[in-house]
């Protein structure tokens, strides 16, 4: 078995590269301190191996660094800053998207709990059972070719450990499909599947099953944010990539994701990112002609 040092060395060593075998499984190096940067975040269990990171969903504040794991049980939309990081002693993690299908036959056979929070996000110090956990599936990357055999039992280890652990519930109400996060998970994929389209409150509350104003402060418990911001920040999320892509001229982007007003996309989008739509139009045009 190998230990937070040696995770650590993988880490520095696999980073920016993808692991064919294990594709949900990603590693995070930063070698600097970053300025608060918004992104979405997937479904996610984070171990942090160095360095500290702060991400704010909504109103709340979470700071995590060594030996933390961090949940993420629902898709989020949240601003993220890696606060302590060097070249000597960069931010490293390792990122395990969650899939549902592989926790629902290890909660078949663990005993029934309560799972009726709106709470989707949370980190907490990782005990050494779960350590360990993430150190045999981690060290799978040093033997690829165990990795069709034990990388499944790994994993559900590494599951079960963290559904036994204070994150548990959270992960919990990603593979039930009859708690309050999973009807709003239902509700969140319908927007970012309709993220073009005018929707309502109203529409949005049915699809989850919800009175309009439990469903309004469901959702801002869960997420952080009112339906309605979630669905702005899903379009200019979106927006973002089709312009970093290339795959939408500049000029039709804000129509692409559902804005009626080119300024009052370019406003929205400045806000959010800091910087008018044109910023990341000329990245992509920039690396377009690094590339002949």
Known sequence: MIDLADMKAIALRTAG?????????????QSEATPPVPLIYDPVATLVLQGTKRTIIGDRVLEYGAGDCMIVAVEAAAVAQICQASSERPYL???LFIEP??????????PV??????????????TPALIEAWS???????RPHEIPVLAPLYETELMYRLLSGPQGDLLRQIANTDTRLSRLRVAMEWIRDHVAEHLSVEAMAEIAGMSVSVFHR???AATGHSPLQ??????????RQLLISGRVE???VAFAVGYESASQFSREYKRLFGAPPRRDTHVEQTAARGKR
């Open 136 to 142: 045999r599936y981690i060290g799978l990357i040093n």
């Open 17 to 29: 590269s993808p692991l064919d075998a294990m594709p949900r499984l990603h590693c995070y190096l």
């Open 113 to 126: 709990r309560d799972t009726s929070s709106d709470v989707a996000f949370g980190f907490s110090e990782a």
């Open 250 to 252: 500049a000029a039709k």
């Open 93 to 95: 993690a390792f990122n």
């Open 218 to 220: 469901r959702f801002k």
């Open 101 to 110: 299908k592989v926790l629902l036959p290890i909660l078949a056979k663990m």
């Open 230 to 239: 979630y669905q702005k920040y899903i379009r200019l999320h979106e927006a």
